[in-house]
């Protein structure tokens, strides 16, 4: 093994490239066990992921939830009946009323079934559409969500389809989420049934040769599986988003195949370069195994500040995208190198195209034409770049912030197209409804209603309020209109009284009317022991969540993503450069999520309905994911333009080699990850598309917009200020830093390799200073 430099870390890189030679074959039959176990293991996963997790549990409308679920579940129906009666008839016809009453009460019979609530049987007109011709039976399934969609598929064929006369169409929060749960899983083996050929046919374009290009693919392959075995075993202690496997799919095939992609090509130049395979096996763990392993630290610095958020949506998505990092790098550092060292020269079987220059990562004529003249012209190169993608980032500052609905369906979803027709033909809409839970204590009869009157009294008066109903009665304009019903009785349990506040504004449930509302009912309920709920006030907690966790989250990325391009690098510039640089990158990417996604431009072509907003979460999802991408090309170029530079090299002829030598993989890897979230964009579900299609942009404008002119022109205008650091960051990165040994430095014999320099080109040049 060879000396390493005094106190510079490792990662015993050489001596895990060296034990991989030697027992290839051990460590591909330790890949194939732990993969049949990860396949047995992820069978069940899809039915033990869960759609939402979208808000705060610690926030005052999750505690509200929690109570309405627990005490009144007939006001928290989870499954609606849509009943559609023959042409020219009514609901209010003798003989179809006799059929609703008989419907609602079997479903009132199921044991899991509480809180039937049917127009047949209150006669209340906001369960009668406006020509008569359907109504509507409301109910709850009782139990957790996973066991209550498993009895919600149970009893659906039972009540979907003709009843008689009747027609019973099935919707409500349940029935969205279990056809969420399948569209998602549909759309995820149409995804991978197109990303994987298109996948291989970039690949072979690339290597020329089918084992080459077969293996990222087989690479990608694995880590998919391995990652969903470690995701079923994150589902045993906290619950897993159903995305996560979208997210699992996009970067475990991304990053497995652009690890891979590296790995193979370093590989094939030990080769052309003379090196037998074992020893090539060595440098190419050794120099491309480092870069891969710091790729893997910054992508997975990322997705971890995810992980602070309260909401179980982001966390469990850092958890997916911590362990795709996390199997693919290990998958891409000893499984392929002991495929490599098998195949030896054979990598290179069955081509279809001659190898010539100009391969994934080796020289080209165009990209050196293409950098110099952009080194020449930099200021204009870096002025005009910026510009652009500032101009491509101004809708963001627009953006609007919602709570994702039925709408994200597909228009042919039967749920959905339910919840359309409550919408559109029903009177008194429940989004207009916000719950105010009132904690009464010990207080009793007359004593009780007198503190509920009071506050029924005080929301009633205010702006955007049209009536409050409580167990006092219902209040209008500061004063009750109506005396208390028997119904009213139910709004009260032990502790708590139940009020329903009803706005004037006919909008969607988390408009901004509604969230204003929210802020003005908490703000007069203070004095009270009053909470407020409902989807708005959900939606109001959720942005206070994201909002508080925000600053930390970015301070956390900005402070790792320095530390680890200074570990790289030894610079003190450099890191502030590849940061802010990664920052433009992602401009286009946020400025078509608003124009795009929440106007509804393109929304025919892409087949989507804007609603006016986007998913809170979803920006920061969509801000890690491809900030991690972006550092993940940062690497691979920034790391060959170090080694040339260390070589002894001058700034601009390294920067120069590194753009040469990485632009084709660069490009290669962009295409490869663009076709993986395109193939993700395609779903039906509007959260995934907009995922798929965003991060798409993101990766294809940071390889062929930032990598390709901003970095060359920025470097050129730093000039050797770039690797600038003051003397005792000089000293840190000499003790804890890492560098990549250039392959024509390491003899064929890679345990007599010697001892590198005392200080390289870039410590001489930055003490000098």
Known sequence: MSQEHPGRASFGLGSLGARVTRR??????????????????????????????????????????????EHYPENQPNVVLLVSVPAGTQVDDRKVAVQGVRLAERLAFETSVSGVVSYWQTGLEELRSHDGGQAVIAAR???????????????????????????????????????????????????????????????????????????????????????????????????????????????????????????????????AAGADPGAAVVRTVRTAGRTVLFSALTVAVALASMLPFPLYFLRSLAYAGISVVLVAALTALTVLPAVLALLGHRVDALRVRRRRTGGAGRPTVSAGRLTEAVMKRAPLVTVAVTGVLLVLGLPFLGARFGTADDRQLPETSEARAVLEVLRDDFDDSPERAIPVLLTTGDAQGAEARAVVGR??????????????????????????????????????????????????????????????????????????????????????????????GLLPALAFVLIATLLVVFLLTGSAVLPVVVVAMNALSLTAMFGAVVWVFQDGHLSGLLDFTATGDVETTLPVLMFCVAFGLSMDYGVFLIARMKEEFDRGGDH???????????????TAAAVVLSVVFVSIGLSRITNTKLLGFGIALAVLVDALVVRTLLVPAVMRLLGPRAWWAPRPLLRAHRRFGLREEPAADLPADASAAPEPPERTQHERHAASR
């Open 24 to 69: 290839p074959w051990l460590f591909l039959l330790a890949a194939v066990v732990l993969l049949v176990d990860a396949v047995i293991l992820g069978a069940d996963l899809t039915g033990r992921l869960s759609n939402g997790g979208t808000t705060d549990p610690g926030s005052e409308s999750a505690r509200v939830q929690r109570v309405l679920e």
């Open 141 to 271: 399934i009782d139990g957790g969500d996973d066991r209550a969609r498993a009895e919600l598929e149970r009893l659906a064929p039972d009540y979907r389809g003709r009843q008689g006369d009747l027609t019973v169409q099935i919707s409500g929060a349940l029935a969205v989420q279990n056809e969420i749960e399948s569209t998602v899983a549909e759309d995820l083996t149409r995804s991978e049934l197109i990303a994987l050929p298109l996948t291989l046919a970039v690949l072979i374009w690339v290597f020329g040769g089918l084992v080459a290009a077969l293996l990222p693919v087989l690479v990608g392959l694995a880590t998919v599986l391995g990652t969903g075995a470690l995701l079923r075993l994150v589902t045993g202690f906290t619950e897993v988003s159903v995305f996560a496997q979208n997210l699992t799919t996009a970067l475990g095939l991304g990053l497995a195949i652009d690890y891979a992609l590296l790995i193979v090509r370093r590989f094939r130049e030990e080769l």
């Open 652 to 666: 601009r002829a390294a920067v120069a080699h590194g753009m040469r030598t990485t632009g084709g993989l660069i």
């Open 455 to 548: 506050l029924a009294t005080k929301l009633s008066g205010l702006d955007g309020v049209a009536r409050v109903e409580s167990s006092a009665g219902t209040y209008r304009a500061g004063a009750r209109s109506e005396v208390p019903s028997p119904a009213d009785a139910s709004r009260r349990t032990a502790g708590h009284d139940l009020l329903t506040v009803v706005a004037d504004d006919d909008t969607a449930a988390t408009s901004v009317p509604h969230q204003r509302l929210v802020e003005v009912l908490r703000e007069a309920s203070a004095s009270a022991e009053a909470s407020v709920g409902g989807p708005a006030a959900a939606l109001v907690d959720s942005k206070n969540a994201i909002g508080r």
